[in-house]
């Protein structure tokens, strides 16, 4: 069975700084992983897509990075501001079909 | 702009009554998901469809069912409410084949959630 954790389970950065978020995988044989944003009471807004045949992503200050064989991504966020602030949910696509299996996520602080 | 809603945004209601989730999408997507969101348990999928008239069982599906009828909604019951079953629900969809063999690549959208409490 598929198990996703992300480390840490919190994070309270200053504002500017460059930060990684971490995700990892029991089972490299994934289709692709997608990285998501939940803002409290909201639903999930969709960061970034890597099939499973990609190394990475980016989209803006994102970027994200998938090393299939050791079961790891990280979402690494330059710049990091106030705005930012918001829980980061990583999930994983394998077999065959649509599922998706998700982390517990990573509630990110930016401090002014 | 096509988008996917939830009704109600929150419902209070009592052990053992049947309770009904809607999701409407306008994205014309075939692929539409439930999910259930719990502290220290992330999300777990709860029922999919593939497309009309398809239905499968997720991860934690005993106590809820849904149905497809047509392309743009996907209603989940509690058919008999138990507390267990208090959580924030969240129904997604996403583009695709109507093959399920057919790995989808595309990304899955989100709505912004029910709050059900069972009292």
């Known amino acids: 069975k598929q198990e996703v954790t992300q480390i840490p389970a919190a994070l309270s950065v200053p504002e500017g700084e460059n930060l990684v978020l971490n995700c990892s995988f029991t089972d490299s044989a994934i289709y692709n992983l997608q990285w998501f944003r939940q803002d409290p009471g909201k639903g999930l807004t969709s960061l970034l897509l890597?099939?499973?045949?990609?190394r990475e992503q980016t989209s803006g200050r994102l970027n994200a990075s998938l090393d299939k064989s050791s079961g790891r991504s990280t979402l690494y966020i330059a710049a990091s501001q106030p705005g930012d602030s918001a829980t980061y949910l990583c999930a994983v696509r394998a077999g065959g079909g649509n599922k998706l299996t998700f982390g517990t996520g990573t509630q990110l602080k930016v401090e002014l | 702009d096509a988008e996917i809603t939830q009704s109600p945004r929150h419902k209070i209601t009592e052990t053992g009554r049947q309770v009904t989730l809607a999701c409407h999408q306008t994205?014309?997507?075939?692929?539409m998901f439930w999910y259930r969101q719990d502290l220290g348990h992330g999300l777990r999928l709860i029922h999919y469809s593939y497309g009309v008239q398809d239905t499968n069982k997720g991860e934690v599906s005993d106590g809820y069912s849904v149905s497809r009828s047509n392309t743009e909604d996907l209603p989940l019951t509690l058919e008999s409410a138990a507390s267990s079953q208090t959580s924030v629900y969240f129904c997604?969809?996403?583009?695709?084949?109507?093959?399920?063999?057919?790995?989808?690549?595309?990304?899955?959208?989100f709505g912004d959630g029910t709050r059900l409490s069972i009292l």
């Open positions: 997604a969809s996403s583009d695709g084949g109507r093959d399920r063999g057919i790995v989808n690549h595309q990304p899955q959208h």
């Open positions: 890597i099939q499973s045949s990609q």
């Open positions: 994205w014309n997507h075939n692929n």
